[in-house]
C-alpha cells in the first residue's frame, strides 16, 4: 500500500464531497467526510474496481447502505476516473445522475440503490449469496451507519449472513457515535458491537477508521477468515479533515 497516494486520493475525496454538498446546498457532509479514509482504502488499495470492469458483476463489489452519504461515493467514482469532477457540482440539481442517495440504474459503479437505511445490509447478503451460488470469488462489501444500526432489518440481515457463513461478505460499520437525532447512545444506543456480532456468528474486528495500515490489515485478515462473514467495527470522527462545524 502506497500510504502517500492513499493520503492524497483521500485529500481529493474530501475536497469534492465540499463542493458538492456546498454547491447544492443540502446533503450529508459530516459522515461522508468520516468515512472517506474507509473508502480510500477500498477503492484504492483492496477492491478490483476499475474504470474498465465498473459495469460488470465480475469483480468485487460495494454497497454504501448509508445512502445519505453519497457525496462521498461520487467523489470516490470521480477520484477512480468514472465521472468527470465538473459533473460533481450537479449534486441534487433537478435531472442530475448525482442524486441525494444513490441510484443503480445512473452510473457503473453504483452496485446498488440505497437510501432507506437497512435496505442495503439485506442487499449485500442477497449478493454475497448470489456470488456463492454462481462460483463467483469476488467479494462484496457493504458500509453500515452506527446509527443505521438501530434498524432491525440491520440485525435480521446479520443473522442471515452469519447462517449462510457468507465468508465473501465484508460490513464496515462507521462507528462515529452520532447520528441525526443527536448521539446513537442517547437514540437507541446499538453499541456494544463487539459481542452482537459475534453472537450472530460473525468475524469481528475493531479498528482506527482514519488508520490507512490498520484499515489495509483488516481487510487483508477478513480475506483470509473462512467460515464467517467479517464485521470492521471502524471508529471514525464524523467530520474528519475539516476545521470548521
Known amino acids: 500500500m502506497d500510504l502517500k497516494a492513499m493520503q492524497d486520493h483521500a485529500k481529493n475525496i474530501r475536497k469534492n464531497i465540499i463542493k458538492e454538498v456546498s454547491n447544492a446546498q443540502s446533503g450529508h457532509p459530516g459522515g461522508s467526510l468520516g468515512a472517506a479514509d474507509i473508502l480510500t482504502v477500498l477503492y484504492f488499495d483492496v477492491m478490483d474496481f476499475t474504470k474498465e470492469n465498473a459495469h460488470s458483476l465480475d469483480r468485487d463489489r460495494f454497497v454504501l447502505s448509508k445512502g445519505h452519504a453519497s457525496p462521498l461515493l461520487y467523489a470516490v467514482l470521480a477520484e477512480k476516473g468514472i465521472i468527470d469532477e465538473a459533473e460533481l457540482l450537479t449534486f441534487r440539481k433537478l435531472n442530475t445522475r448525482l442524486q441525494g442517495h444513490p441510484d443503480i440504474n445512473e452510473l457503473d459503479g453504483i452496485d446498488m440503490s440505497t437510501g432507506s437505511l437497512g435496505q442495503g445490509t439485506s442487499a449485500s447478503v442477497g449478493m454475497a449469496l448470489a456470488n456463492r451460488l454462481d462460483k463467483n470469488d469476488h467479494r462484496i462489501y457493504a458500509l453500515v451507519g452506527d446509527g443505521e ?6 440485525w435480521e440481515a446479520a443473522m442471515a449472513a452469519g447462517h449462510y457463513k457468507l465468508d465473501n461478505l465484508c460490513w464496515i ?43 489495509h490489515d483488516a481487510f487483508e485478515k477478513a480475506k483470509e477468515y473462512k467460515g464467517k462473514p467479517t464485521c470492521i467495527i471502524a471508529k471514525t470522527i464524523k467530520g474528519k479533515g475539516v476545521s470548521f462545524p
Open 149 to 154: 444500526a438501530e434498524e432491525g432489518q440491520v
Open 173 to 215: 460499520i462507521d462507528n462515529n457515535g452520532l447520528q441525526i437525532d443527536g448521539r446513537c447512545e442517547d437514540v437507541i444506543g446499538p453499541e456494544p458491537f463487539e459481542p452482537k456480532f459475534e453472537a450472530f456468528g460473525w468475524n469481528v474486528m475493531t479498528v482506527d477508521g482514519h488508520d490507512y495500515e490498520a484499515l
